[in-house]
């Protein structure tokens, strides 16, 4: 049987913009045996791939010697027909030289740095260029990578999303909370950089709970800012299963949510609102309705290589302006 191997050890989100390709090359191939290989911070989302002819294994994001290592014996010890380079990493384009396989990879132009190095393209069987220093906005991540990977057109393959994640106990036994609610995801370093005190993000949320029912989340981790969340609202604690929510209230914070359960709060939302990144990429790939938050300091072309296919997608640049924002968010739901 033949054998094809997809480098995809990136973050969330970043997977979320291959997931077109990835499904392209499983259904192109539904008799040859595939591995791809993701990130450990994905490993909660193995369930998209739960495919009889996939496997699925891990590397860190950031690969140490030993890693580098361990991937270049596979490599060289396997017979992969063609290997997909998705997360341009300089160490994947030089494995040409050390077999056979058809490379497939999406490359970089950036003014500030290229990858890979001119002469390592000629070693490439196909390649797409990422030029971020391209003003157009017709060709996205997502969509350079799909015509990578596919041989027909995207409406011809079937939604890969055909698998449920496994929830955790706390989320199904709570899962009457999860209707008719907005999803908000707060970033403290994105809030804080640009002018927002706790206090002022705290009378955000319950301006908007006033009209809606909300579910907030924040950045997995131990953060002084969680105390607050914490004592303010209704909550669920995924650290250690703690079940404190209070169904008179509009806001409900799930502290530390694990990936899996995250997914399945997206996929049961009616809108998501967050700094640019895994939840708002998630939540476009699923069609919900977005309101993606950009840094001030954002890259004018991130506009064009992160521009998702959905039709209910808009975004605005945070500023400190608190009825500014309280307005925009307003007359985008």
Not at 1 to 18: P, Y
Not at 57 to 62: M, N, Q
Not at 72 to 88: D, H, M, Q, R
């Amino acid at each position: 049987m033949n054998k094809i191997l997809i480098l995809k050890n990136d973050r969330v989100g970043d997977l979320f913009n291959s997931l077109d390709g990835i499904n392209a090359i499983i259904q192109d191939n539904p008799n040859t045996k595939i591995e791809i290989i993701l990130s450990q911070i994905s490993h909660k989302l193995n369930f998209l791939f739960d495919i009889s002819n996939v496997t699925v294994t891990f590397l860190p994001y950031h690969l140490r010697i030993l890693d580098k290592l361990k991937l270049f014996f596979k490599i060289l010890n396997n017979s992969f027909e063609k290997i997909y380079i998705l997360s341009p990493k300089n160490f994947y384009f030089y494995l040409p030289f050390f077999c056979k396989s058809k490379f497939y990879a999406i490359t970089i132009i950036n003014s500030n740095k290229s990858r890979p190095l001119n002469f390592l393209l000629k070693k490439l069987f196909k390649y797409k260029v990422n030029n971020r220093d391209d003003k157009r906005i017709d060709d996205n991540i997502g969509s350079l990578i799909f015509d990578l990977c596919s041989s027909k057109k995207l409406s011809s393959y079937k939604n890969i999303l055909s698998h449920s994640p496994q929830c955790s106990n706390l989320f199904q036994s709570n899962i009457s909370l999860f209707k008719n609610f907005i999803h908000i995801h707060y970033k403290d370093y994105i809030f804080k950089k640009n002018g927002w005190s706790h206090s002022s993000f705290l009378k955000l949320i319950n301006k908007l709970s006033l009209k809606n029912k909300i579910i907030l989340t924040s950045d997995f981790g131990n953060f002084d800012y969680h105390k607050i969340f914490l004592s303010n609202f209704s909550y669920l604690d995924f650290d250690n299963s703690t079940d404190k929510t209070d169904l008179k209230k509009n806001v409900h914070y799930l502290h530390n949510i694990n990936t899996s359960d995250l997914f399945k709060l997206i996929s049961l939302s009616k809108t998501v609102i967050s700094p640019h990144g895994a939840m708002t990429v998630m939540a476009s790939y699923l069609q919900k309705k977005v309101i993606d938050i950009f840094d001030v300091n954002i890259n004018i072309n991130a506009f064009r290589e992160f521009k998702p296919r959905n039709d209910n997608y808009n975004f605005f640049i945070i500023k400190s302006n608190f009825e500014k924002i309280l307005f925009k968010i307003n007359k985008f739901l």
